[in-house]
């Protein structure tokens, strides 16, 4: 007996091409594809170069701040950190009122790192063959959604 094709026409709502999580999904393994190269030549994984864009924006910050604005959780974020300071980026201390807190600042080696990664941006533009005007607004909305399903 033939089995039905899963992927018929009549189910639209189940075709892969269809859903939005797939589309986010390959889209941002494309764009992580994309930056690795670029990322490589600074020594910094994709991850890495998200702390880092959150602490060349507001360096001198604790982690669980750092955890909210890249939603991650502090489980991920320890060992990442530890990894970075052990390449001399930045720096980790606990505070002294509160053990558990635990507040990270960038090094000299960490702050000079944002001048060589200040050509990271022009060159992901550029490969995406898109104007800037509209990736722009494709993150707006991109964010907005998020915001959505998050409230």
Known sequence: MASKNSSSPSEPALLLDNQLCFA???TSLAITKLYQPLLA???LTYPQYLVMLVLWEHDDIMVSALGERLFLDSGTLTPLLKRMEAAGLLRRTR???DERRVQIALTTAGQALKVQAAKVPACVISATHVPVAELMALTGKVQALRRQITA
């Open 24 to 26: 986010l999904y390959s």
């Open 41 to 43: 030549d600074l020594g």
């Open 95 to 97: 505070s002294s009122v």
